[in-house]
T-cell receptor, first 114, second 115 residues
Framework: SQTIHQWPATLVQPVGSPLSLECTVE??????LYWYRQAAGRGLQLLFY??????ISSEVPQNLSASRPQDRQFILSSKKLLLSDSGFYLC?????????????FGEGSRLTVL | AQTVTQSQPEMSVQEAETVTLSCTYD???????LFWYKQPPSRQMILVIR??????QNATENRFSVNFQKAAKSFSLKISDSQLGDAAMYFC????????????FGKGTRLHILP
């Protein structure tokens, strides 16, 4: 089975500072990769998804960006964090058997912007 | 655009009883997947059950079953013999079978199990 690694698990950053959250996937190749943000009472908001290296689709205009430098690596970044960027960020991947449809999730990264 | 609606922000059920969580969705597609995910306090998202839209038979996984009504675009989750470990946030999700990209989640239902 595949494993999704996310780090850091917890991050406290001041407003205006940069951000880099990293996600790597083991146990599959050529997955679709996703970044979701979970804020209280708002469920899971899809931020970015990628169907291949260098291919990024953005769902919500904001000061965040994503990159996929390698097949199983997905990075969420910001040049200047806002208070509203606080939340729980989840990385997800499709599975080895693509037609089962479901996503596999990492353990999440909690970001607090002060 | 597809949407997923969970109209129950919170629910409570007595241990050993049965509870049903509601989910409706909107799509113009005919081929898709529907999922229920569980997020316990550890925040790790766990797949509970999956349903392919072309299958008329409702999916079941041990104590978990769904009532899939394609015409009504309804996908409810039934948990039988509720256990304390079932306490979690439950998310309903939709994914197109033809478009290999995003999965849309509802806002979730927080389930409390009363001892």
């Amino acid at each position: 089975s595949q494993t999704i690694h996310q780090w850091p698990a917890t991050l406290v950053q001041p407003v205006g500072s940069p951000l880099s959250l990293e996600c790597t996937v083991e146990g599959t190749s050529n997955p679709n990769l996703y970044w979701y943000r979970q804020a209280a009472g708002r469920g899971l908001q899809l931020l970015f998804y990628s169907v291949g290296i260098g291919q990024i689709s953005s769902e919500v205009p904001q000061n965040l960006s994503a990159s996929r430098p390698q097949d199983r690596q997905f990075i969420l970044s910001s040049k200047k964090l806002l208070l509203s960027d606080s939340g729980f960020y989840l990385c997800a991947s499709t599975g080895r058997v693509r037609n089962t449809g479901e996503l596999f999730f990492g353990e999440g990264s909690r970001l607090t912007v002060l | 655009a597809q949407t997923v609606t969970q109209s129950q922000p919170e629910m409570s059920v007595q241990e050993a009883e049965t509870v049903t969580l509601s989910c409706t969705y909107d799509t113009s597609e005919s081929d898709y997947y529907l999922f229920w995910y569980k997020q316990p306090p550890s925040r790790q998202m766990i797949l509970v059950i999956r349903q392919e839209a072309y299958k008329q038979q409702n999916a079941t996984e041990n104590r978990f079953s769904v009532n899939f009504q394609k015409a009504a675009k309804s996908f409810s989750l039934k948990i039988s013999d509720s256990q304390l470990g079932d306490a979690a946030m439950y998310f309903c999700a939709y994914r197109s079978q033809n478009r290999d990209d995003k999965i849309i989640f509802g806002k979730g239902t927080r389930l409390h199990i009363l001892p």
